[in-house]
């Protein structure tokens, strides 16, 4: 019963990661014990991870230009020229 109770409570928890806005509101409420016994780290990892695989094309999006008056997509590159994509925090 207490198996049972344990996977259910991480199969919760990884559909919960994989909306990082409801994610976060659900982890404030987390008591500090569970960071024991449950592998966050582990469980994000899998929730987050891409489906991607070499060779495929990746996902269309689209950011706000540098400007900030128009919006750039990145399928309007695709075919033309090779794009190099950086995120990062720069604080």
């Not at 990082?20 to 780290?41: D, N, Q, S, W, Y």
């Amino acid at each position: 019963m207490l198996v049972v109770l344990y996977a259910s409570l991480l199969a919760g928890l990884l559909a919960v990661m994989r909306d990082p806005t409801l994610f976060g509101r659900v982890m404030r409420r987390v008591p500090e014990p569970a960071f024991v016994v449950i592998p966050f780290k582990r469980l994000w990892f899998i929730a987050r991870a891409g489906r991607l695989q070499p060779g495929d094309a990746a996902p269309d999006f689209d950011l706000p230009a540098h400007d900030q008056k128009s919006r750039v997509r990145l399928a309007s590159f695709r075919g033309r020229e090779p794009v190099v994509l950086i995120f990062g925090s720069y604080t």
